[in-house]
């Protein structure tokens, strides 16, 4: 209900809960009076204690928790980075020796569970400079229901196999789709129950394109 007011020291305590632009030159804004706005405050209140409270600190030391907490974090995902290169730097290193030879060419297709699309590149790379002249597919599964795909064929191959082809060719086996250059392709899929055996049609898919 709406009423008048004698003065305006009769709204008692007055409390702004938002702002926003409804039009050019027009803002709009939203707030509480009285006893609504006074179980507002104290609702606030509670949340910072118990937000304090939850981060061992005091209520004014709040923002100043958060900023190291965020500090801490950035910290930990560096690390991590750099823990998962190291991790893809040594699966590079044992999955050469998985290649096989189809025609003149090193073929591999293997599947490297825990690297992420990052370190799944950097694997990549580092096969592409140990492997020549090569075609290579792998594949990861994040978490329940998504395939990552990445595929690379070395310089000299790229006349005659396109990482693009490879990679779609892989994908479309797992419901998904990618593409990229020549010499570099990236795709997902949606199935990883069928990664395995589409990584296993990899050879045969470079044999036919080789004769």
Do not use: C, H, Y
């Given at each position: 209900?709406?009423?008048?007011?004698?003065?305006?020291?009769?709204i008692?305590?007055?409390?702004?809960?938002?702002?926003?632009?409804?039009?050019a030159?027009?803002?709009?804004i939203e707030?509480?009076?009285?006893?609504?706005?006074?179980?507002?405050?104290?609702?606030?209140?509670?949340?910072?204690?118990?937000?304090a409270?939850?981060?061992?600190?005091?209520p004014?030391?709040?923002?100043?928790?958060?900023?190291?907490?965020?500090?801490q974090?950035?910290?930990?995902?560096?690390e991590?980075?750099?823990a998962?290169?190291?991790?893809?730097?040594?699966?590079?290193?044992?999955?050469?020796?998985?290649?096989v030879?189809?025609?003149d060419?090193?073929?591999l297709a293997a599947?490297?569970?825990?690297?992420d699309?990052k370190?799944?590149?950097?694997?990549?790379?580092?096969?592409?400079?140990?492997?020549r002249?090569?075609?290579?597919v792998?594949g990861?599964?994040?978490?329940?229901?998504?395939?990552?795909?990445?595929a690379?064929?070395?310089?000299?191959l790229?006349?005659?196999?396109?990482?693009?082809?490879?990679?779609?060719?892989?994908?479309?086996?797992v419901?998904?789709?990618?593409g990229?250059?020549?010499?570099?392709?990236?795709?997902g899929g949606?199935?990883?129950?069928?990664?395995?055996?589409?990584?296993?049609s990899?050879?045969?898919?470079?044999?036919?394109?080789?004769?």
């Open positions: 209900a709406v009423r008048a007011l004698e003065s305006t020291g009769d008692g305590l007055f409390k702004i809960t938002s702002e926003s632009g409804v039009a030159g027009v803002r709009r707030a509480i009076a009285g006893e609504v706005a006074l179980a507002f405050v104290a609702a606030q209140q509670a949340l910072l204690m118990q937000s409270t939850l981060l061992k600190t005091t004014t030391d709040v923002p100043a928790r958060i900023a190291q907490l965020q500090d974090l950035k910290s930990l995902d560096r991590l980075s750099r998962t290169s190291r991790l893809a730097a040594s699966q590079g290193g044992d999955l050469a020796s998985q290649a030879t189809v025609a060419v090193q073929v599947r490297v569970d825990g690297l699309a370190s799944l590149r950097e694997t990549l790379d580092k096969l592409r400079d140990r492997l002249p090569a075609a290579i792998l990861t599964v994040a978490g329940d229901d998504k395939v990552m795909l990445v690379g064929v070395t310089p000299e790229t006349e005659r196999l396109k990482a693009g082809e490879l990679v779609n060719a892989v994908a479309k086996q419901g998904g789709k990618g990229g250059r020549a010499d570099m392709a990236q795709a949606t199935d990883p129950s069928r990664l395995d055996e589409a990584l296993a990899v050879a045969n898919w470079v044999a036919a394109r080789l004769s």
